[in-house]
């Protein structure tokens, strides 16, 4: 009779298991999926995107001088003068500095080019104008 009383407990026992199990996997599986469905929608671009930025962007390793070690030169490519500023996350930075270095504000006319100094490799750099999708770029 022992035997027979403990096997019924533990069958009791491992239902009990069973179903807080599956409790436990449909509270991680039903959010997941929620997040698939709205990545999808974020996926698509908005009808309303803000177009690029007409620049186009080089960079080049300095040898020497204090510009260095490499410059991004931004050329406007439209014919309209862009006021644009950016910001310089730095790949390599002091503790006690920031650790972002913003460039003022500048206006590049058309055709001309707006040269970035001091950059060093891997640092990113946003070129943000008003009008304007961001402009991402990193440093080889």
Known sequence: MIISNTSSIRSVL???????????????IV??????????????????????LPLTATF????????????????????????ASAKV??????????????VPEHVIDAGQVWTIPGLAAADRVT?????FAPLDLTVP
């Open 14 to 28: 491992r239902r009990t298991a069973l179903i807080v199990l599956g409790c436990a996997c449909s509270l991680v």
């Open 31 to 52: 959010p997941i999926s929620a997040l698939k469905a709205t990545d999808t929608a974020a996926a698509q671009p908005p009808a309303d995107k803000a177009p690029s």
């Open 60 to 83: 080049e390793k300095v040898t020497s001088g204090e510009n260095g070690p490499y410059l991004l030169k931004l050329k406007n490519d439209s014919k309209d003068a862009i006021k």
């Open 89 to 102: 996350l730095l790949s390599v930075a002091f503790h006690a500095d920031s650790k972002a270095r913003n």
């Open 127 to 131: 070129i943000t104008a008003e009008g």
